[in-house]
């Protein structure tokens, strides 16, 4: 049964970074397309960025581009996203999703490719 659990959200300065987790269970992360993304009160959900099964191509919005990097550790069954220089616009509750889709080379972070989907964790940006 794949599951997915993110984990590190919090509280933080503005300037301020964190990382969050993604592990997985039930599939391995180099098999499935990863895509993280956020969605503010009264907002619709965003699509932050992506890291392929393969791990060679990655994708982010342009808002968090520069700022964001998605990784991942095989051995631990864990996708990242650090997330530096975090600004007010950031404050969301961040999901991690699966696509269930072997063979793909590359990501993308429309919500409908994923499959499989977190429970979310709060990132709040405030002074």
């Known amino acids: 049964q794949v599951h997915l659990v993110e984990s590190g959200g919090g509280l933080v300065q503005p300037g301020g970074s964190l990382r969050l987790s993604c592990v997985a269970s039930?599939?391995?992360?180099?098999?499935?397309?990863i895509g993280w993304f956020r969605q503010a009160p009264g907002k619709e959900r965003e699509g932050v960025s992506c890291?392929?099964?393969?791990?060679?191509?990655?994708l982010y919005a342009d808002s968090v581009s520069g700022r964001f990097t998605v990784s991942r550790d095989v051995a631990k069954n864990t996708v990242y996203l650090d997330m530096h220089n975090l600004g007010l616009e950031d404050a969301a509750v961040y999901y991690c999703?699966?696509?269930?889709?072997?063979?793909?080379?590359?990501?993308?972070?429309?919500?409908?490719?994923?499959?499989?989907w977190g429970q979310g964790t709060q990132v709040t940006v405030a002074s």
């Open positions: 999703a699966a696509e269930d889709i072997i063979g793909r080379h590359d990501c993308d972070t429309q919500s409908h490719s994923y499959d499989y």
């Open positions: 039930g599939f391995p992360v180099d098999y499935y397309g």
């Open positions: 890291i392929s099964s393969s791990g060679g191509s990655v």
